[in-house]
């Protein structure tokens, strides 16, 4: 049965404060233990697009051609070869690029204007999302060893589309700045009545500094400004609040051997 709800982040009654923790050097930390203050250009553009309808006008005009371009781009690598293939690889994969860092400022704008985010629940087994996701992703980005465990079922009650677009962020987000060879583990378990999803990537070590802030909007870690990664530093905090949504949350897990972005979510009882 499709449940379908909107949820304001932090502004309904009775939800628990499920903010993301990490785990650094020294003990725990938290990684929004700093206000969320809008400063300078980002409240300017927030009171702007609040009073133009920018955010309707960009969906509009912008995302529908730049879904037109990734389309056309896929055909004709079909029909290409040597250079002429590559330029329209590079073509596609700017739009692609272009299009996600749209997406996140208007789906950030339209949260801090209080829309919230909308939830279509429905009972999936998230081992077959997953798979299907990893599977796809693997496909997108073959220089890049992506591999899915699960042994087992783990039903949830949840937005498909919403956990989906989650574990992408944190699986692009692990292409990005993970140390090469990019080694990506997801794993599925179900921990105590709980969907437990890890993303793993082998990196440096993250900074106390950036981990504080790390789910917070607009930051960008040293390794994303030293390879001039394309974002906007919004995707963590974004993927934060879709696990908030569903009442679970994001974590980040620090090691030597590593980074582990953890979602725990609800799971279905039998």
């Known amino acids: 049965m499709l449940e379908t709800e909107t ?9 628990p404060d499920m903010r993301g923790g990490v785990t650094g050097v020294g003990g725990p930390l938290r990684a929004d233990s700093e206000p969320d203050d809008d400063i300078g250009p980002v409240a300017a ?4 697009a609040a009073h133009t309808g920018l955010c309707e006008a960009l969906e509009q005009t912008v995302r529908g051609p730049l879904a037109a371009i990734g389309y056309v781009a ?11 293939a590559e330029q329209v690889q590079f073509m596609a994969e ?11 400022l208007l789906e950030y ?7 919230g985010i909308p939830i279509a629940r429905r009972r999936i087994d998230l081992r077959l999302l997953c798979g299907r996701l990893v599977d ?4 997108a980005n073959p220089e890049t060893a992506i591999t899915f465990v699960s042994d ?9 589309d919403r956990i989906a677009l989650l574990l992408t962020r944190l699986v692009t987000n692990a292409i990005e700045h993970g140390a090469e060879p990019r080694t990506i583990r997801v794993v599925l378990r179900d921990v105590g009545g709980r969907a437990v999803i890890d993303v793993w990537n082998a990196k440096p070590p993250i900074g106390p500094d950036v981990l504080r802030r790390l789910f917070q909007p607009f930051v960008r870690g040293e390794s994303a400004r030293s390879r001039h990664v394309h974002n906007l530093g919004l995707g963590l905090y974004l993927s934060r609040d879709i696990a908030r949504a569903h009442a679970g949350h ?3 897990l620090c090691d030597a051997s590593g980074t582990t972005f953890r979602v725990t979510l609800r799971r279905c009882r039998e």
């Open 7 to 15: 949820i304001a982040i932090g502004e309904r009654a009775g939800t």
């Open 45 to 48: 553009f927030k009171q702007y």
């Open 74 to 84: 896929e055909v004709l690598k079909i029909q290409l070869d040597g250079a002429r």
């Open 94 to 104: 700017a739009a692609g690029r272009t299009d996600r860092m749209l997406r996140d």
């Open 109 to 115: 704008v339209r949260m801090q204007e209080g829309e």
């Open 136 to 139: 796809t992703l693997q496909r």
């Open 152 to 160: 087992v079922p783990v039903p949830s009650n949840c937005d498909p």
């Open 250 to 252: 994001l974590e980040a």
